[in-house]
């Protein structure tokens, strides 16, 4: 079994850079090469690294201006890596780069051109709090779907700084965060989503790691609201008291307080005001599958719901291969799920996998209380 790579960063946002740059090196020049290698090949659009790099470019001057300190850890990770600044740029927008060039949807009666074959992520999320859980406590989670052959997950214990907390990040080599916990009991994870508004902004992971250097949930969901996004995503954040939802696209989101005790959530919008915006559910339909199924299996073990629930249920089937649990897709590149993550922000604990969570060991991390 592949076990989660933890690496430690410590000191000033370049200082932790270098650190995150030069211990993976080897994977940060591994990714850049077989992801943009991917997408030149999956695409039926003409990408090239160039194309793809021009695309990067545009987000510099917003991540510059939105989050000045992790602009400079990004400054860092390429010094340390050795790698020029433009592809640290592209890598932090891995996930939104394809969405971004997915025309809108067509006139009625004509044919959309398909979508970049091996691209997507079927991220399928939860939470869990209150009457439906068995000590009372929040839990957050997610099945993490991307190709095994393209990406390498990787465990940052980010050392608290200046007025920041201690943070458990789970990311990629390069990628400055996909979601985590900090030491002030706040998680997060996230649902890709395409939405047709997309525009030169800042991508995900940056919006992620801002809003965890927050202490206050109410910073927290700001940090994501206020974001000059690039694309969109779902957010689920868990705090020991609550657990709320924010839908985004580039311009607009819709947040949710959340007050049933069980909640899921996977690649397409649930918002009235912004489902006019969605571009993926008739190229992936899955999600609605996923989605729904989610849900019926957490009302299913309502009341009964901690971490051995938790585990069965990120390992259901239904739907195979393309479910909950999604094993090699070979019309989207052998999209899996590479790991399951899940959080219970009290306690400050992630468990976390390295592959399906049906046959992955979950190996544990804590942080300790701010």
């Known amino acids: 079994m592949n076990k989660l790579a933890t690496v430690t960063l410590t000191g ?5 850079g270098y650190q995150h740059g030069k211990t993976l090196k080897d994977g940060v020049h591994r990714f850049y090469e077989l992801w943009t290698k991917c997408l030149e090949k999956e695409s039926p659009f003409k990408l090239t690294q160039e194309v793809l790099l021009t695309f990067a470019r545009k987000s510099e001057p917003f991540i510059k201006q939105y989050a000045p300190d992790i602009y400079e850890e990004m ?7 050795e790698i020029n ?8 927008c891995f996930d939104e780069g394809y969405g971004s060039i997915i025309p809108p949807k067509p006139a009625t ?5 398909p979508l970049l074959g091996a691209l997507l992520g079927g991220c399928t999320s939860f939470a869990a709090f209150g009457e439906a859980t068995l000590d009372g406590k929040v839990y957050i989670g997610q099945n ?8 390498e997950p990787v465990v940052f214990r980010i050392k608290a700084w200046g007025d920041e907390p201690e943070q458990l990040v789970y990311s990629h080599a390069g990628v400055v965060g ?17 939405p047709s508004d997309q525009q030169p902004g800042v991508p995900y992971p940056v919006v ?4 965890m250097q927050q202490t206050r949930l109410s910073d927290f969901t700001g940090a994501i609201i206020t974001a000059p996004r690039l694309s969109g995503h779902n957010y689920i954040i868990g705090a020991s008291y609550a657990a709320v939802d924010i839908e985004t696209s580039a311009t607009r989101y819709d947040f949710r307080y959340l007050q049933d005790s069980v909640f899921g959530h996977a690649n397409h919008y649930e918002s009235p005001v912004l489902k006019h915006l969605d571009l993926l559910p008739e190229l992936l339909p899955d999600t609605l599958i996923r989605s729904g199924r989610m849900l019926q299996l957490l009302k299913a073990k309502s009341g009964e719901i901690n971490l051995e629930t938790i585990k069965g249920i990120m390992s259901d089937h239904a739907d195979y291969p393309v479910g909950i649990c999604r094993h090699e897709d070979k019309r989207h590149c052998e999209l899996g799920t590479l790991s399951t993550l899940v959080y219970r922000p009290e306690d400050r604990l992630m468990l976390a996998t390295y592959g399906n969570p049906c046959a992955s060991p979950f190996q544990e991390f804590t942080i300790p209380t701010a």
């Open 144 to 151: 993490y779907d991307y190709s095994a052959l393209n990406f």
């Open 75 to 81: 400054r860092g990770i390429a010094e340390g890596a």
């Open 12 to 16: 000033s946002p370049h200082e932790r």
């Open 208 to 211: 992620v790691r801002k809003a």
């Open 85 to 92: 600044f433009d592809k640290v740029l592209f890598i932090n």
């Open 178 to 194: 996909i979601d985590g916990i900090n030491s002030a009991g706040l998680a997060i994870v996230e649902n890709t989503l395409v």
């Open 109 to 113: 009666g004509m044919t959309r051109p």
